[in-house]
């Protein structure tokens, strides 16, 4: 069975959500207009350090590196009214286009996992109305409808295509939250 | 003895992320215009599981009232955006810098950093805004002065080899109970027990600042954003405001403490650093040497550019999106397709009239960038509703068909590369007169030279004679040619034949059999009047 949310049921859990994260020391967001809610997490890391040596200034050490910033967005998708994750990914100060995508998110250049772009797609921001890479809708419905009994449907989301899809990992320590007592 | 191995600090790296620069070409467009005035921003940084040694700036950078998230901490900047590119290149750099660096020298002499030692990271960004071509030129400085130069006493340890677990674990707490700006930089003693600066150092007193610690067991701490063996940056200022203000150090040997939390926000990945001041400084303001101008990545003093276009210009947006469909249906549906191949072809339209302007719209719909279309007719009020390139104030104009649709194409996606030619089509049986003799001689050099200059040429015309110039044409030049024809009740698209030495040099591959599909290799195609019974002759007087 598919299942879909209203807005104000996703603020709520994006708010639970929120107060989770604080407590796990997780770095989500919260960035909201009109009313519409949506997270915001920015994960960011280092490429090919090479230390260089100024000759002006030799207490001064500059890291050659590569600085990758991805900003994922996890909003409820305004037509199909399930939760989605928008995101752009950056290389210094330049955007990653969708071709190289999956060198990001895939580690060998295996051809089946380029099966990513099955779920992929790229479209505005329709609250930013700037353009994101997106996790495309169409199933999410669907397969959240096979975890109804969740506390909160924005974690299953996350842990079922944050990790194998965009790399998008949430640490364990929310598991907390979930072991009844 | 061993030579006195020198202290070193890691730069900061920027870290702009892109709605800096959408929120820096608004506030340029609607508020600041030409003002090149200098304007307080805020940068941010964390010792939080770190990553390199980065400050960051994005849109909320311009926020009067900054707020930052509860694991960051912020530092304000100076941002200096110029109007031209040659006031950015020629901008006296070192003067900006020196500026800062007497501003900071200013704030340790009144205490103000003190009280808020997150005023001890300052930074400078020099920006050129190019908001034709959405580029952003910018320099970043993160100011420091050169001296005082310290030296490294003994290698760097972790903090659980100095202190126990439960003072690592008393320290964390209170750590995380403290105001933001100042757990920058604070002081710790034997136990990790906090000291905030305001409260260790009194600039009115300096000879007797930290006079009752004992330095061994004192902790000069500092929140620490590199992820790197080495202390970050910041640190820098931290050791001027402690030579400036406490002389009992000079020529002492000191311990640092570098605040670093992993992903958990435990304290373990912090570090203690072994440093010696030295005895003599000058910190005479009038000799002091200010340094900081971030390089680019490929270590260069230049500056850095950011082009925003991919985000920011319409056309370019439009472009992209378009293509993404495509690519979408590539990868998703037809991986062998060749979209660049397609996107390539210069297209030549025969006929501006119903084919015309459904094929051009479905050479944008595939990619294509290239559409040029030749036609003689004007709009007429019949033509809007079949043929959707037109309107109907294209008929009232009575506007040629070649420029109208051309014009057209542009508006609905403005990076096309078109244009259209008024030109008549000279047909067999179709007699020239005397009068008309220059300028079909000028017509056809005309056609010969847009063949020569297109890959492929779409035959659209009304009546079967058109075809013929441009067929023999396109056989003598090698071009693909299409021909695609619409009558009442019946239609017709064909591939003219190509000549042998093109078909098989060019692609060298074996035509895959496909049971039950009759495949006729392209050398053994003829062409419309080859595959015909009737010469072309003019058909107009029946």
Known sequence: MSVTFTQEQFNVKALEFLEMSEKVHDTWQKEEKENTLFLVKNYKFTFKKEPLNDADDICAIQMLSEVFLIEYHVLLHPSYKVPTIYFNAYKNDKLIDLNDIKLLFCDDYDKEKYEIYNLLSQSEHPILFRPFFMIHPCKIGEVLGKFTETRNFIITFLTLYGPSLVGLKLNNEYEKFFIKD | ?542
């Open chain 2, 1 to 542: 003895m061993s030579e006195k191995k020198v202290f070193q600090y890691v730069q900061f790296k920027s870290l702009v992320h892109h709605d800096f620069w959408h929120k820096l070409s608004d506030i340029k467009l609607d508020i600041e215009k030409l003002n090149e005035s200098d304007k307080t921003i805020f940068g941010t940084f964390t010792n939080l599981n770190a990553k390199n040694c980065l400050l960051e700036l994005d849109c909320t950078s311009f926020n009067s009232n900054f707020k930052t998230a509860k694991n960051n901490f912020y530092c304000k900047g100076t941002l200096k955006n110029l109007n031209t590119i040659e006031s950015f290149k020629n901008f006296n750099r070192n003067e900006l810098l020196k500026k800062e660096g007497e501003n900071l020298l200013r704030i340790i002499e009144n205490g103000s950093a003190c009280k808020n030692p997150s005023e001890l990271i300052s930074f400078i960004v020099l920006t050129y805004a190019d908001l034709k071509k959405y580029n952003f030129h910018y320099s970043f400085a993160f100011t420091a002065s050169i001296e005082p130069l310290i030296y490294e006493v003994s290698p760097s340890q972790n903090i659980t080899d100095e202190f126990s677990e439960n003072d690592i674990e008393n320290f964390s707490s209170s750590y995380h109970l403290l105001d933001q700006q100042q757990a920058a930089f604070f002081i710790a003693t034997k136990h990790l027990d906090i000291i905030l600066l305001q409260n260790a150092l009194d600039v009115n007193q300096r000879d007797m600042n930290l006079k009752d610690h004992n330095l061994d067991s004192t902790y000069f701490c500092f929140s620490d954003p590199s992820e790197f063996p080495y202390a970050a940056w910041i640190l820098r200022n931290f050791i001027l405001l402690l030579v400036k203000l406490c002389p009992i150090l000079h020529g002492k040997s000191i311990k640092i403490l570098s605040v670093r939390r992993d992903e958990k926000s435990s304290l373990l990945l912090s570090k203690l650093f072994f440093i010696q001041l030295p005895n003599k400084i000058d910190l005479d303001p009038i000799n002091m040497k200010w340094t900081g101008w971030e390089r680019n990545d490929q270590g260069k003093l230049l500056p850095k550019l950011a082009n925003m276009s991919n985000s920011m210009d319409p056309i370019k947006i439009a472009e992209h999106f378009s293509m993404l469909n495509l690519k979408l249906m590539k990868w998703r549906l037809l991986p062998n397709l060749n979209l660049d191949v397609i996107k390539k072809q210069k297209c030549l339209l025969f006929g501006a009239g119903t084919l015309g302007c459904a094929i051009a719209r479905s050479l944008l719909s595939w990619g294509v960038e290239n559409i040029t279309f030749i036609d003689y007719g004007n709009v007429s009020h019949s033509n809007p509703v079949r043929q959707s390139l037109f309107t109907h104030s294209d008929a009232m104009q009575n506007k040629f068909k070649a420029t109208a649709a051309s014009e057209r194409l542009i508006e609905i996606l403005p990076s096309v590369k078109t244009s259209g030619h008024v030109l008549q089509i000279p047909m067999p049986g179709h007699q020239v007169g005397e009068s008309m003799r220059d300028k079909t001689i000028e017509n056809i050099e005309n056609i010969i030279k847009l063949i020569q200059e297109h890959d492929v040429l779409f035959l659209l015309t009304d009546s079967r004679e058109s075809r013929w110039l441009p067929t023999m044409l396109g056989v003598y030049y090698e071009k693909t040619v299409i021909t695609s024809a619409l009558g009442f009740d019946s239609y017709l698209v064909m591939r003219h034949g190509a000549k042998e030495k093109e078909t098989f040099q060019m692609t060298g591959e074996k035509i895959e059999e496909i049971p039950g599909l009759k495949c006729i290799p392209g050398n053994k195609l003829g062409c419309y009047f080859c595959n015909d019974v009737t010469a072309p002759g003019n058909y107009y007087p029946y």
